[in-house]
């Protein structure tokens, strides 16, 4: 990665966490756009707004919060890109929404090849920010840490595994569940597992750093 993207400095390392995560967003944005429902993290989040009397991007919020303390307690670091993850992806989103890049697909032939883009986009995101070893995000440092405690399965089924369980969990609750929250369930976790592998990328072997030894480094 480092003789592909920027030098191995903390800047250099910020800018490629900013680049992958981009790349997440647009992938979370063509996923939107395919119009044949929503992704099982989505799904939950719909739930407990439904339950709570939440806005979504509020329920959303306290999805997140809720798996950022799973990750402190997996003693996963949270770092710059974890950071990063929770301001750049959903305004990143917002901007690509505004800018109104692909037209939202009526058929649900289109859908599918437009979802199915988006979750390889999002599995070369993923890969992209994760490599600087900065943090990941709530989520994908909550698929590590399980990951870790699971090292014999592979990092993809890992993925599938939690999705899974994050639907059934969001359904219960009220979520709404379309065709493309199916494929999604299947396909994230296969698509990252794809990417992954063609690129020789093990992020369960990434050794993160936390906000402190980040900005200890740049002191130095």
Known sequence: MDKIFFKNTLLGRTLRCILGLFLYALGVYLTLRANIGLAPWEVLAMGIAGRTGLIYGNANLMVSFVVLALDVLMRERIGIGTVLNTIICSKAVDLYLWLDLVPQQESVGMGILL??????????????????????????????????????????????????????????????????????????????????????????????ENVVQSFQKLGK
């Open 115 to 208: 979802l199915v883009a988006g979750m390889f986009v999002v599995a070369i995101g993923q890969w992209v920010y994760i490599s600087p070893g900065l943090g990941s995000g709530p989520r994908d440092s909550f698929m590590v840490g399980v990951g870790k405690r699971l090292r014999r399965l592979p990092i993809g089924l890992v993925q599938n595994g939690i999705l899974l369980t994050v639907l059934l969990v969001g359904w219960l609750l009220g979520g709404p569940v379309g065709i493309g929250t199916l494929i999604s369930v299947v396909g994230m976790g296969t698509a990252m597992q794809i990417v992954f592998r063609t690129v020789k990328f093990e992020p369960r072997n990434v050794e993160h």
